[in-house]
């Protein structure tokens, strides 16, 4: 007779455990069906997006206050970063002034204009200390950040990025007169400091402000 109980108890047990899991299931189907599907990016992004954002492992900087830059001052916010160097005649600053134009248009979008910011990676330490940058940087916005480092450290974020530059000596110049050849890539950053989209040149102010736009949406859903 008891055996008999145990059993009926061990029954009632089982079956309430199974009631229990197929009500859980049933809901959590019912709640997944309820969101709203996220509809794919457009085919005519101007970015490409990376399936997976890579994240970024530590690295040492130096900003044009002479304040240390290292990956916590991605943390938190969407960084429009770019390499290149000051005395770069053409790409640069017409990047920079690009950068300064999306800038204005994502202004007038408070939503995705708080948490970002522009990054300027200096390839060039030996003609780009902090001072320099100082000087150089905020003249194409305010709000822009210089950086720069010893040759190892730049390399060691910008290997990370897969962003490729080389020193290119500009025939019968002086010795120390030189041009680097280097990627012309807008990246894009994410506020977990992965790296998550790229802006290929050539590049157009109001497609990387619509495409952002699109991204952090896309992203938020």
């Not at 802006?199 to 102010?205: E, I, K, L, T």
Request: hydrophobic residues 45%; proline residues 10%.
């Amino acid at each position: 007779m008891h055996a008999n109980e145990t059993l009926r108890g061990s029954a009632w047990i089982f079956l309430t455990i199974a009631l229990l899991s197929l009500a859980l299931g049933m809901w959590i189907a019912r709640n997944q069906a309820s969101r709203p599907a996220v509809a794919p990016l457009p085919a005519d992004l101007a970015a490409t997006v990376l399936p997976t954002p890579k994240p970024l492992t530590p690295f040492t900087l130096t900003d044009h206050h002479g304040q240390p830059f290292t990956l916590d001052r991605l943390a938190g916010k969407w960084t429009f970063l770019f390499f290149g160097y000051t005395h770069c005649p053409d790409v640069c600053p017409t990047t920079l002034a690009v950068l300064d134009a999306v800038d204005a248009r994502l202004a007038e979008q408070p939503r995705y204009h708080a948490n970002m910011q522009v990054v300027f990676v200096s390839v060039d330490p030996e003609r780009d200390p902090p001072e320099h940058l100082a000087r150089y940087v905020p003249y194409f916005n305010e709000s822009f950040i210089g950086v720069t480092g010893s040759p190892g450290q730049i390399k060691a974020l910008a290997d990370q990025l897969g962003v490729l530059y080389m020193r290119s000596p500009i025939p019968e110049s002086a010795p120390d007169t030189y041009w680097i050849d280097h990627s012309t890539a807008i990246l894009l950053v994410d506020p977990q400091a992965h790296l998550h989209a790229l802006f290929s040149a050539p590049h157009d102010p109001g497609s990387i402000a619509k495409a952002f736009a699109t991204l952090r949406r896309h992203r938020d859903n």
